[in-house]
């Protein structure tokens, strides 16, 4: 299992997705704009679309300041096309951010949709320099590399486009179903992922099942490299005999 790595693709591929739309050579096209240049606001109304290469989003409305370099589109926000080799194809309420250092993302209203084999459905996507944020990930897929994560909330940090750390709060569930081998799930109230430690670090009511096998403990710590489960805090290993498998 690849934890660390399906957890940080969730918010890094988002925002790469969406990132690209507000860099520069941007195209701007409404039914309706205004512009004020002693203040620097815009708003713009009507069948708003954004454009920068193959990608592009639209909305109902935007609004934005152009010396604060602030905006944000409202009403049915779409983003879609592709970015490099990838279809996209999100959804959600409000998409809103500032274009100075450190540049802030947030996508808002149950974000819903897919990038690639991607699938992702959650209440809200942040992602503020190297930090992101997310809540109520219902649904975290992706179908190419046989994972699915669920959590109440997740935050993490990344550097170069690379994890290094990432914490998952609130009903934790992973499921891992690789091309060759069992399926494994693994839950848990919090889950703490160090590149540093090369660790996944699972607490609160822990349970891990594969095949006819199944662990609890309050502590399960994995090392995603080594493939390695160690359990502390009262572990508990459980064999399923085959006939309590055939009763099911």
Not at 32 to 41: A, L, N
Not at 85 to 92: A, C, T
Request: charged content about 30%; overall charge neutral.
């Amino acid at each position: 299992m690849r934890y660390a790595r399906i957890c940080a693709a969730a918010f890094l591929l988002v925002f790469s997705a969406l990132s690209p739309l507000f860099a520069q050579d941007l195209e701007l096209t409404s039914d309706k704009m205004r512009y004020e240049s002693e203040t620097g606001d815009f708003f713009a109304e009507g069948n708003v679309k954004v454009t920068r290469g193959a990608l592009a989003a639209d909305s109902q409305t935007a609004e934005g300041n152009v010396n604060r370099q602030e905006f944000m589109m409202k009403g049915g926000v779409h983003v879609h096309g592709a970015w490099i080799e990838d279809k996209v194809d999100m959804k959600g309420q409000t998409l809103s951010g500032v274009f100075t250092e450190p540049n802030e993302f947030i996508f808002d209203g149950k974000v819903k949709g897919h990038w690639g084999p991607r699938e992702i459905d959650a209440d809200k996507l942040r992602m503020k320099g190297d930090y992101f944020w997310g809540t109520k990930i219902r649904k975290y897929a992706d179908t190419k590399e046989g994972y699915l994560l669920v959590c109440d909330a997740a935050e993490g940090r990344l550097s170069g486009g690379v994890m290094e750390e990432f914490t998952a709060t609130g009903s934790v569930y992973f499921l891992s179903k690789p091309k060759n081998g069992e399926p494994t799930e693994i839950k848990g109230e919090k889950a703490v992922y160090s590149r540093a430690r090369g660790t996944l670090v699972v607490s609160g009511g822990v349970t891990a099942v594969q095949a006819a096998r199944s662990l609890t403990s309050s502590t399960l710590i994995f090392y995603p490299d080594k493939n390695r489960v160690e359990a502390t805090g009262k572990p508990r290993l459980i064999f399923k005999s085959e006939e309590g498998q055939d009763k099911k």
